[in-house]
C-alpha cells in the first residue's frame, strides 16, 4: 500500500487529461486528510462530464463533517433536518452571529471546507446544467442534419473542439458538440456565459440556463434580450420575450425551477456572511452568478405602458441595425399576442411596409432597398407610398400588384379616416387615379385592360365607366410621347361603347369642351405644359352623351396619330386639339408629312409607297362619318395635294412625279400653272440650299432637273438658264470674301446681277476675250432681249480690254456695243425719248470717250471716230466737255503730223500749213466729221470749256455726279506710276497730298467713265 506522501505526489504529477474515474478514487478516497482532498477536487476542472462528477461527488462527500461538526458546535437555528441525525444535533438552540463568526475564525479548517461545499454545489448544479443542455442539443441534432450543420460552423463548436470530451447523459457520450467546454461553464460568471449564449443565438441552452437559474439572470432578462441579434426571429426565443400577465396588468414574471428546492447549509446567508467576516484565507472563490457591469438590472415586473415602449423600442432598433422588416413585424405581432397593447397600429405600419420590402418587385439586379425605415416611410404622403409600391411594376405585373400592394393599403387609410372621425370614401380612388395619370402608357393601359367593361364588377381595378373614359381621355391627351400609338389604341379598345342618341346641344357642348381644352393644352408662359391631372378637370363635368361624343374625337385623333407616326412625322395627342382651328399649324404639319415622308420606312423608292403616301394625305383632310374632320380638316383638298406633289419633289423623286402626273388613273389632279408652280418653288428650294453653283452635282442638279418634270414654259426656261448661269458665275472662281467662294444663295440675292459680270471680268484676266461667252452668261442671268444690259455688258468688256491695254479688242467691242445703241435708238417706239435708249446711250458715250481720250491708245483715227460717237450720242448739256477732248485731240494730231513733216522736208514754215489738207488724209468718215465739228466750234459761243483749266473743273463735278449713280464697278487694270500727257511728256504722279483727289484721278484713268478734263 503506498503512503500518503507516494499518494500526494502521485496525484499531483497527473494531468487533467489523465484523469478517468478510477485513478481519481484510487488516489483521493485513501487520503485522510478531508481538506487536502476537498481542495483537490476544487482545483481540479476537466472537460469530461463523469470525472468532472466524480470530483465534486467525492469533494462534497469530505465536505460533510466538517459541515456536521460546526452545526454541532453552533447549533444552527435554522437547521431542518431530522431530529436525531447526527447532522442536526444542535436543533433548536439559537446561537447569536458573533458565534459564527467567532467559530469559523477558530476552525479555519472547517471554514475552508464549509466554503468549498458550497463552491462544490455550486459547480455541481451547473454540471447539471450542462448535461441537460448536451440532452436537448443532441434531441434537436436527431431531429434535423441542419441542426447539426449550424453547431458545427459555430465558433462554439471550434472552441470546445479543443476539449478532448464531450458531455455525456445517461452514461453515453454524445457526438453533440456542447456550446462552450465544461471547465469554462462551471466557473466563469454566469450572466456572461447566457448573453454569450445569446448572442450566438444557443437558445435551447440558453433556455435551460435560464429555467434552471433564473432566481440568477431574471433580474437581468433586458440584458440578455439586448444580446440577442436583430436578425434573429422572434419565435426562436420566443420564451424569453416580455409577456403581459392580465391578473395583475403588469410583467408577466418567469418561474424557473431550481436543481435543489433549498439551499444547502453552507450557502446560506449567515454562514456566507460569517465566512466572509471571519477574514479566512479561502482557497478559491465561488463561481460568479451575475456581476453589475454586464448589464442593468430589472428585478421588478414592467407595467403596461413600458412593456409596449420597449416593443417599440426594440422593432426600431431591429429596423435601424438591419433593416430586416419581417423580423419587426413578428416581433410586434408576438408582443400583441401576449397582450401588450397600442401595438396594432404600429403592427399595421410595419405589415404595409413589409409588402414594400419584400413583396413589391424590385429593380432587376439589384437587393432590397436597405434604407427603408419606420421614420422614411412614416414621412411619405399616401402617392408616394402607392408610386414606391408600384416604382418596377411591369405591365405584366401591374394589375396584380395593385391588387395585392395598393389595395390593402388604400383599404388601411380609408379605415384609419373612419377611425378619426373624418371618413373618406372617395379617398381610395383618388389616389389610385392620380398614380394611373402620372403613368406611362404601357402601365395605364395594362391598368385599363384590367378594368374593361366586359369584366365583373369585383375584378375590375376601376369599376365605373365614366371614370375610365376620364382618365383615358386624360392620359392620352395629356401624354407627350410619339411612339406608343399601338399602346393608345389599346387603352382606347379598353373604353366603354355607349349607344347613345345624342341632340344637337349636346354635340355642341362637347365640341366646345374639346375647343375649349385646345386652347388650355396650348403653352404659355405662365404653363409651359399642362399635365394629365389638370385635363381630368375638363373631363369631370361631361354627362356619358358628351363623353362618347369625346371618345369618338378621340378615334378619329388617335387614326390620324398613326397615319403621321408611321410616316415619320408623329405628333402628340394634343397636337390634334391644339391645330383643330389653326389652318396655318396644319398646312405646316401637312408640309412636314410631305417632306420628312419615309422617316420610318428609310426611304420611299416605289409609286406605290407615294400612292400610299397621298391617300394617307388626302384622309387627313377629308371628313369622317360622324362629321369630324380630319387632321388637315381645315386645307382644299388641292392645296393638300400641291403640297404632297411638292414633297414629292423635294425628295427628289422626279421620275415618280412624272409618271404620277401622267396616269389619268392618279389621284393627283392639278392644273399646269400649279404643276409649274411648284416645280419652280422646289427648284428654288434646291437652289437656295446648294452649297456649290456647279448644276452637275448635289442640290443644284435637283433643281435643275426638277425643271425638267412639267413641260417646258418661258418661266421654266429662265429658272433653268439663270441656274446654269450660277454653275458657270461658279467655274469663274468668284469670290464672296477673299478665300470663300460665292454661294449660290448669294447670287439669287444680288439685286444687280450685272455685278457678277464685273466680278468675273475682275476676277479671270483672259475672260474679256471672251465676249459671247460672258454676253451668253448675262442673258442667262436673266437679261435675254435686254438691250440696256448687252450694251452695259460691252462697257466693262471694252473697259477692262482698256485696262489689259488690249485697245484693238476694247475698239472693236465699243464698235459693237455703238451698232447695238444705234439699232436700240431706230428701233425704240419713243425713240430717244425712251428710258432705256437713254440709260444705254449715257453708257455708250462714256465708254467711247473714256476709251477715246486714253493716251495710251496711239491710233488717232480710231479714238477721234470713237469721241465723235461720244459727241454723237452724249446729251445737249455734255457737248461742250467732248468737244473740248475731241479739239484737244485733232490740235494734237494736227500737231504731231507738222513735225513729222517739217523733219522730212526740212521746211519750217510748214508748221503754219493750212490743216485741209491734213485733214483730207484722215478717213472721209473723220474728214467730214472733223469739217463739221470746226463749223459747229466757228459758229459756236465761248464756252466755259475753251480751256483746260475749265474742262477739268467740269470733269471734277462730272466725276461726282456719274459715280454716285453708276450701276456697277470693273477690276482695275495695273498701270505704270507714270501717266503720258498729250504733248508726250511725262509726269511723276503726286507721292502725297489729298487722298481722295488722287483716288477720283485714278478711277478716272483706270474705270474710264467719266469726260472731263486731261490728266493734269
Not at 451547473?126 to 436537448?136: A, M, S
Not at 445569446?198 to 441552452?205: G, I, K, T
Not at 389632279?669 to 452637275?696: Q, R, W
Not at 469663274?732 to 439669287?748: A, H, L, Q, T, W
Amino acid at each position: 500500500m503506498a503512503s500518503p506522501s507516494q499518494t500526494y505526489t502521485r496525484w499531483t504529477t497527473l494531468q487533467d487529461s489523465e484523469l478517468t474515474v478510477e485513478n481519481v478514487r484510487e488516489s483521493l478516497e485513501t487520503i485522510q486528510n478531508d481538506l487536502w482532498v476537498a481542495a483537490a477536487c476544487v482545483d481540479r476542472l476537466v472537460d469530461d462530464v463523469e470525472v468532472q462528477r466524480t470530483l465534486l461527488e467525492l469533494g462534497l462527500i469530505r465536505t460533510r463533517s466538517a459541515i456536521a461538526t460546526a452545526k454541532q458546535a453552533l447549533a444552527f437555528p435554522l437547521d431542518q433536518g431530522k431530529p436525531g441525525d447526527s447532522e442536526s444535533a444542535g436543533s433548536g438552540v439559537k446561537v447569536e452571529k458573533d458565534s459564527f463568526v467567532s467559530y469559523f475564525r477558530t476552525v479555519p479548517a472547517d471554514t475552508q471546507l464549509c466554503h468549498m461545499r458550497a463552491v462544490l454545489l455550486e459547480r455541481l448544479d451547473r454540471l447539471n446544467t450542462f448535461v441537460e443542455i448536451c440532452k436537448d442539443l443532441s434531441e434537436e441534432e436527431e431531429e434535423t442534419e441542419e441542426a447539426l450543420d449550424t453547431w458545427e460552423d459555430d465558433p462554439w463548436g471550434e472552441e470546445s473542439g479543443e476539449s478532448s470530451t464531450s458531455a455525456t447523459t445517461s452514461n453515453k457520450k454524445s457526438s453533440v458538440q456542447p456550446p462552450i467546454p465544461i471547465s469554462a461553464f462551471l466557473v466563469d460568471d454566469l450572466l456572461q456565459i447566457s448573453c454569450v449564449l445569446a448572442s450566438r443565438e444557443h437558445y435551447a441552452a440558453l433556455r435551460v440556463l435560464f429555467e434552471r437559474h433564473g432566481s440568477y439572470l431574471w433580474a437581468y432578462r433586458f440584458t440578455l434580450l439586448d444580446n440577442i441579434p436583430e436578425h434573429s426571429h422572434p419565435s426562436e426565443y420566443r420564451d424569453f420575450l416580455p409577456g403581459l400577465d392580465v391578473s395583475t396588468n403588469s410583467e408577466l414574471i418567469f418561474i424557473s425551477q431550481a436543481w435543489r428546492s433549498e439551499p444547502d447549509w453552507s450557502e446560506t446567508f449567515e454562514v456566507r456572511t460569517a465566512i466572509e467576516a471571519s477574514e479566512v484565507t479561502l482557497r478559491v472563490d465561488l463561481p460568479s452568478r451575475t456581476s453589475s457591469e454586464h448589464g442593468k438590472s430589472h428585478p421588478d415586473p414592467l407595467t403596461t405602458p413600458q412593456l409596449t415602449g420597449w416593443y417599440k423600442n426594440r422593432v426600431d432598433h431591429i429596423i435601424t441595425s438591419t433593416g430586416m422588416v419581417d423580423i419587426a413585424l413578428a416581433t410586434i405581432q408576438h408582443g400583441a399576442s401576449q397582450g401588450i397593447p397600442d401595438l396594432d397600429e404600429l403592427g399595421e405600419e410595419l405589415s404595409l411596409l413589409s409588402r414594400l420590402v419584400y413583396d413589391a418587385p424590385q429593380a432587376e439586379g439589384r437587393d432590397v432597398d436597405d434604407d427603408w425605415t419606420l421614420v422614411r416611410w412614416k414621412a411619405m404622403d399616401p402617392a408616394a407610398v402607392i408610386r414606391a409600391y408600384l416604382a418596377h411594376s411591369s405591365p405584366g405585373t401591374i394589375a396584380r400588384d395593385i391588387q395585392k400592394l395598393v389595395m390593402p393599403y388604400l383599404f388601411v387609410l380609408e379605415s384609419r379616416a373612419e377611425r378619426s372621425g373624418q371618413p373618406d370614401s372617395a379617398l381610395p380612388n383618388r389616389l389610385l387615379y392620380d398614380f394611373i395619370l402620372s403613368a406611362s402608357l404601357q402601365i395605364a393601359a395594362a391598368i385599363f385592360e384590367a378594368s374593361k367593361p366586359t369584366l365583373p364588377a369585383a375584378q375590375r381595378l376601376i369599376r365605373s365607366d365614366e371614370d375610365i373614359a376620364r382618365l383615358a381621355l386624360a392620359c392620352l391627351y395629356g401624354s407627350q410621347r410619339l411612339d406608343e400609338w399601338v399602346t393608345m389604341s389599346r387603352i382606347f379598345e379598353c373604353l366603354p361603347a355607349w349607344d347613345i342618341s345624342r341632340d344637337d346641344d349636346e354635340a355642341d357642348e362637347a365640341d366646345t369642351t374639346i375647343a375649349s381644352l385646345g386652347a388650355f393644352v396650348t403653352p404659355s408662359t405662365s404653363r409651359p405644359r399642362c399635365t394629365a391631372s389638370d385635363l381630368l378637370v375638363f373631363f369631370k363635368p361631361l354627362p356619358v352623351s358628351s363623353l362618347s361624343r369625346a371618345l369618338d374625337i378621340l378615334d378619329l385623333h388617335l387614326e390620324g396619330g398613326e397615319i403621321l407616326g408611321r410616316w415619320g412625322v408623329p405628333a402628340p395627342l394634343r397636337w390634334f386639339l391644339q391645330s383643330s382651328g389653326d389652318a396655318v399649324e396644319q398646312r405646316a404639319w401637312a408640309n412636314r408629312m410631305a417632306r420628312r415622308a419615309g422617316g420610318s420606312k428609310d426611304h420611299l423608292d416605289t409609286r406605290e409607297d407615294w400612292e400610299w403616301l397621298m391617300k394617307d394625305m388626302l384622309k387627313l383632310s377629308g371628313t369622317g362619318e360622324n362629321g369630324l374632320k380630319g387632321a388637315f380638316g381645315l386645307i382644299p383638298r388641292k392645296e393638300v395635294m400641291g403640297i404632297f406633289f411638292g414633297g414629292l419633289l423635294s425628295n427628289g423623286k422626279f421620275e415618280i412625279a412624272k409618271d404620277l402626273l401622267g396616269l389619268s388613273e392618279s389621284k393627283l389632279s392639278l392644273d399646269s400653272t400649279a404643276v409649274e408652280d411648284i416645280c419652280l418653288s422646289v427648284s428654288k428650294e434646291f437652289y437656295d440650299n446648294a452649297s456649290s453653283g456647279n448644276f452637275k452635282f448635289g442640290d443644284m442638279k435637283l433643281a435643275y432637273e426638277c425643271l425638267d418634270v412639267p413641260p417646258p414654259s418661258d418661266r421654266l426656261v429662265k429658272e433653268k438658264e439663270f441656274i446654269e448661269a450660277t454653275s458657270r458665275l461658279s467655274s469663274f472662281n468668284v469670290m464672296s470674301r477673299p478665300g470663300i467662294p460665292i454661294s449660290p444663295i448669294e447670287i439669287r440675292l444680288t439685286k444687280d446681277r450685272i455685278s457678277l459680270v464685273s466680278r468675273v471680268l475682275s476676277s479671270n484676266v483672259d475672260a474679256y476675250k471672251h465676249t459671247q461667252v460672258v454676253l451668253d452668261l448675262v442673258y442667262k442671268l436673266g437679261f435675254r432681249n435686254d438691250i440696256v444690259a448687252e450694251v452695259k455688258t460691252l462697257a466693262m468688256l471694252a473697259n477692262t480690254a482698256l485696262h489689259a491695254e488690249d485697245f484693238d479688242r476694247a475698239y472693236e467691242t465699243s464698235q459693237r456695243m455703238v451698232d447695238t445703241v444705234l439699232n436700240l435708238r431706230l428701233s425704240a417706239p419713243l425713240g430717244l425719248e425712251d428710258p432705256n435708249v437713254q440709260e444705254a446711250s449715257e453708257v455708250c458715250w462714256m465708254a467711247c470717250w473714256q476709251l477715246g481720250r486714253q493716251p495710251e491708245f496711239d491710233d488717232v483715227d480710231k479714238k477721234l471716230l470713237l469721241l465723235g460717237r461720244a459727241l454723237e450720242l452724249c446729251p445737249p448739256d455734255r457737248l461742250h466737255e467732248v468737244l473740248t477732248g475731241w479739239c484737244r485731240l485733232e490740235k494734237e494730231d494736227l500737231d504731231n503730223r507738222k513735225e513729222r513733216l517739217a523733219t522730212s522736208r526740212g521746211v519750217v514754215g510748214l508748221a503754219k500749213a493750212p490743216r485741209r489738207p491734213v485733214i483730207e488724209s484722215t478717213p472721209n468718215t473723220a474728214s467730214s466729221l472733223a469739217s463739221r465739228l470746226q463749223d459747229f466750234r466757228m459758229h459756236m459761243p465761248a464756252s466755259p470749256l475753251a480751256n483746260a483749266e475749265d474742262a477739268a473743273a467740269l470733269a471734277g463735278r462730272t466725276f461726282n455726279r456719274v459715280t454716285a449713280s453708276f450701276p456697277f464697278s470693273i477690276g482695275h487694270r495695273s498701270s505704270s506710276d507714270t501717266d503720258s500727257s498729250s504733248n508726250g511728256e511725262s509726269r511723276q504722279r503726286p507721292q502725297s497730298g489729298d487722298v481722295s483727289a488722287q483716288a477720283n484721278r485714278v478711277f478716272a484713268k483706270g474705270i474710264g467713265w467719266l469726260l472731263g478734263a486731261d490728266d493734269e
